[in-house]
């Protein structure tokens, strides 16, 4: 995009500035029909409902400064979330933000909304802000300044418009492959609860009833009885054991960020914010090189491994899809057993509470050391029946994957657009024929 004609973002906006958090901090939150928008709900793909809170009336007429209206662009201005930008659906409004977010609002007659948002997630713009964000500072910061002076391209409205109209059909086909996802992961989740958590098919039995929606030979391996365990009723015959026993546990860990080689396209690099929304870590911010990851060769994930955050955020899982890494706050298991990956899945994302409450570092940052996390219990069915039920889920599991994957195809293909579309290498036209 460099060589474009550009204009500052002061110049075309009506509204660059932060937010506040209401009086107590969070502990204030006290729920209603305003959301409060923080940094950890933003995301360059798009908006992240999880974590979202909410006040009330009193606290959002306190806040009103920090309004969010339709269209509005949000950009996260410090911490490791800084940079990241996305714009949010009607039904999160009516919303505020807090003193971690900022609200950029175009002037509608000099710069369209969704284009600005489109041109800030764009790797040379992302790269402008980190760089910005990290000049003598000790916490990452993008001040309203910084912002302000920002040069942004400026072709004609109407061009604006076309080019954000091509890019938003590619985020119109990942939305969807992203409620096709949610969908299928409900369906499995729900076989999981029935099965092992609700007991349905062992309580049917002990009714004297057949299991519901059973095949005979699936239906046989459940037992016909509950018994004590340490972690309450369980089926009989079913074991307590620890993560450490159902695989081997891996802390990641970090290459050294000053060896420039070690970081690449080559190897994901798991983090938590990698994390937040997705099954597979498939899609990461960053990746290392062949040789970054041969520094740390027994931090390297095989497919199907388990990475389980366990600082600041804990209880995200991913499955890894591909050989991978990740950093210090997350502990991984690579079941013994392949055929049972998808089943300790969900048994892995059920540990987020007791994760939390075993970790060391009191209300501000729960830290799980990985020889806590080996030592967290679990409910183990007999092996025959994870594998059924790995069986059955496979092909939602693999639909998700394959999904995921063609985001990130389309994600790709629109980040490699816009500089195109801005400089007259391609016309509107011939990128949409590229997307249809």
């Known amino acids: 995009m460099a060589g474009e004609e550009t204009v500052q973002l002061r110049d075309v906006c009506v509204k660059i500035g932060s937010g506040a958090t209401p009086r107590g901090g969070k502990e204030a939150y006290k729920g209603g029909a305003t959301s ?105 910061a993008l001040t309203k300044s910084m912002i302000e002076e920002l040069d942004i391209p400026s072709p004609p409205l109407a061009e ?13 086909k990942i939305e969807l492959n992203r409620r096709m996802n949610a969908t299928l992961e409900a369906m499995a989740r729900a076989l999981f609860q029935s099965w092992f958590v609700d007991f349905d098919p062992v309580r049917a039995k002990l009714d004297g009833r057949p299991p519901a929606a059973l095949d005979p030979a699936t239906a046989t391996l459940f037992p016909e009885h509950l018994e004590d365990s340490p972690l309450g009723h369980i089926p009989k015959e079913w074991e307590v054991k620890t993560v450490g026993d159902i695989g081997d546990v891996i802390c990641g860990k970090t290459p050294p960020t000053s060896v420039a080689d070690y970081y690449g396209e080559d190897i994901p690099f798991i983090t938590i914010p990698d994390m937040h929304g997705n099954v597979f870590g498939a899609a990461t911010a960053r990746k290392l090189s062949h040789a970054g990851a041969n520094s740390q060769a027994n931090k390297t994930l095989p497919p199907g491994s388990l990475c389980v955050s366990c600082i600041a955020t804990p209880g995200l899982v991913v499955i890894t899809s591909e050989d991978s890494q990740t950093n210090q706050q997350i502990n991984s298991v690579v079941p013994h057993q392949k055929e049972e990956t998808y089943f300790w899945y969900w048994v892995m994302t059920g540990l987020g509470a007791e994760i939390a409450s075993s970790g060391s570092g009191g209300s501000v940052l729960v830290n799980l050391s990985k020889g806590r996390f080996e030592t967290l219990q679990v409910v183990k069915p007999p092996h025959a029946l994870i594998r059924a039920y790995h069986t059955t889920v496979r092909p939602l599991f693999e639909a998700i994957l394959a999904n995921t994957h063609q985001s990130r195809t389309l994600a790709t293909l629109r980040d490699t657009l816009l500089p195109k579309l801005l400089s007259g290498e391609l016309g509107v036209a011939a990128a949409n024929h590229q997307i249809t």
């Open 160 to 172: 604006q418009k076309a080019i954000a109209a091509v890019l938003g059909a590619l985020d119109d």
């Open 36 to 140: 409060l928008i923080r940094s950890q709900n933003i995301y360059n793909e798009g908006f992240h409902r999880d974590g979202l809170v909410y006040i009330d009336d009193d606290q959002s007429a306190e806040l009103r400064n920090v309004e969010v209206k339709p269209d509005d662009v949000l950009l996260n201005i410090t911490g490791d979330s800084v940079a990241r930008c996305c714009q949010v659906a009607a039904d999160v409004l009516p919303a505020r933000v807090n003193q971690h977010v900022a609200i950029i609002r175009p002037q509608p007659k000099s710069l369209d909304a969704r284009f600005l948002r489109y041109v800030l997630v764009s790797h040379e713009y992302q790269s402008r802000l980190l760089a910005l964000a990290s000049a003598g500072a000790t916490r990452p």
